[in-house]
C-alpha cells in the first residue's frame, strides 16, 4: 500500500509505506565536470548532504537511487548510494526536471559530502542559484 503526499511544487507523490517491498536501487551516472555545476548540484541543506541529478526517469520519494558520479578532473567514479527526497518535475520554470538525492548513512555516503564539501571549499555559503532552491 502507498501513501500520497504532496512534493515540493504540490505535485502529489506516492511514497512507500512498506521499505521491504521497494526495488532494488535505480543505478545513475552522473558527470560533473566543473565547480559551478557541482555547486549547483550540491544539495547541502539536505542533512548529511545531496546531489540534484537532472533527469526525466519517474521516480517516488523515499526510492532508492545508486549514483556514479565522476566529479571533475577525478579519475574513475565514486558510488553513491542514497534515496530521493526531492523532485523537480517538467515544466517548473527556471528549474531543471530531476530528483535530489540524499546521500546514505553509511561510508560511501560520508565519503561523498566530504569530498563535494571539500572541492566547494567556501563556496557552498554563497548566495548563488542552485537547481533546487
Known amino acids: 500500500m502507498a501513501q500520497t503526499t504532496l ?3 504540490s505535485i502529489p507523490v506516492t511514497e512507500p509505506m512498506d521499505s521491504a517491498a521497494a526495488p532494488r536501487p535505480s543505478v545513475m551516472s552522473l558527470s560533473i565536470r566543473d565547480k559551478s555545476s557541482l555547486h549547483a548540484a550540491y544539495m547541502a541543506f539536505v542533512d548529511g548532504g545531496g546531489l540534484f541529478i537532472p533527469t526525466a526517469r519517474p521516480a517516488r520519494l ?3 537511487i545508486y549514483a556514479l558520479l565522476s566529479l571533475m578532473d577525478e579519475p574513475g567514479r565514486m558510488p ?3 534515496s530521493v527526497c526531492w523532485i ?4 517548473v520554470p527556471g528549474r531543471p526536471q530531476g530528483i535530489g538525492v540524499r546521500f546514505a548513512r553509511n561510508e560511501a555516503g560520508e565519503q561523498a559530502r566530504v569530498r563535494i564539501e571539500t572541492l566547494l571549499g567556501g563556496t557552498q555559503k554563497a548566495e548563488r542559484v542552485t537547481h533546487t532552491i
Open 7 to 9: 512534493s515540493n511544487d
Open 62 to 64: 523515499g526510492d532508492e
Open 80 to 82: 553513491v548510494p542514497g
Open 88 to 91: 523537480t518535475p517538467a515544466g
